[in-house]
T-cell receptor, first 108, second 113 residues
Framework: GQQVMQIPQYQHVQEGEDFTTYCNSSTTLSNIQWYKQRPGGHPVFLIQLVKSGEVKKQKRLTFQFGEAKKNSSLHITATQTTDVGTYFCAGPNEKLTFGTGTRLTIIP | NAGVTQTPKFQVLKTGQSMTLQCAQDMNHEYMSWYRQDPGMGLRLIHYSVGAGITDQGEVPNGYNVSRSTTEDFPLRLLSAAPSQTSVYFC????????????FGPGTRLTVT
């Protein structure tokens, strides 16, 4: 079956440093979504990418979808304490296969 | 709108007991699903439904039953609880549109002893 891996599994950064998580699928995805889960909370939708090579930005967050539509990345510029949580990629469509997640912790 | 609600928030069961996790949404979403989340792992799909009266299996359906008699409700039944079913369970819903954004409930933390 489809597998979605994310690296790194954990990332500890100083506040103000950048952060990147990478997502790789074993199969081509028609679209990919990103979710954020705060500690003790539930996943919250961030964005959906559909087109090959697509880049979308949300304030300090930059999302990319690979040319082959098998990989994606999320980059956060100048992390803040509010960015703490686990970031998941997932896809495709509504019957989601979730990645393993990257847990981000911030050192103030 | 309350969004997606789940009850109970916490539950402890003994091995062999049965119970039903409740999920309801007030957004008139056609699609609903159940996921389980285990430590250090992503969410895994248990069952899903594309509309009232229609359900199907996800990645890890064994030991769970679902039904969808109304658009709003999608309960998950554990038939005979096992320690391997200790997990956090999330219900999610979405409408069929341009995006596949899933709206998640707050989760039920289940412990089976």
């Amino acid at each position: 079956g489809q597998q979605v891996m994310q690296i790194p599994q954990y990332q500890h950064v100083q506040e103000g440093e950048d952060f990147t998580t990478y997502c790789n699928s074993s199969t081509t995805l028609s679209n990919i979504q990103w979710y954020k889960q705060r500690p003790g909370g539930h996943p919250v939708f961030l964005i959906q990418l559909v087109k090959s090579g697509e880049v979308k930005k949300q304030k300090r967050l930059t999302f990319q979808f690979g040319e082959a539509k098998k990989n994606s990345s999320l980059h956060i510029t100048a992390t803040q304490t509010t960015d703490v949580g686990t970031y998941f990629c997932a896809g495709p469509n509504e019957k989601l296969t979730f990645g393993t997640g990257t847990r981000l912790t911030i050192i103030p | 709108n309350a969004g997606v609600t789940q009850t109970p928030k916490f539950q402890v069961l003994k091995t062999g007991q049965s119970m039903t996790l409740q999920c309801a949404q007030d957004m008139n979403h056609e699609y609903m699903s159940w996921y389980r989340q285990d430590p250090g792992m992503g969410l895994r799909l248990i069952h899903y439904s594309v509309g009232a009266g229609i359900t199907d299996q996800g990645e890890v359906p064994n030991g769970y039953n679902v039904s969808r008699s109304t658009t709003e409700d999608f309960p998950l039944r554990l038939l005979s609880a096992a320690p391997s079913q200790t997990s956090v369970y999330f219900c999610a819903s979405s409408y069929f549109g341009l995006t596949y954004e899933q709206y998640f409930g707050p989760g039920t933390r289940l412990t089976v002893t």
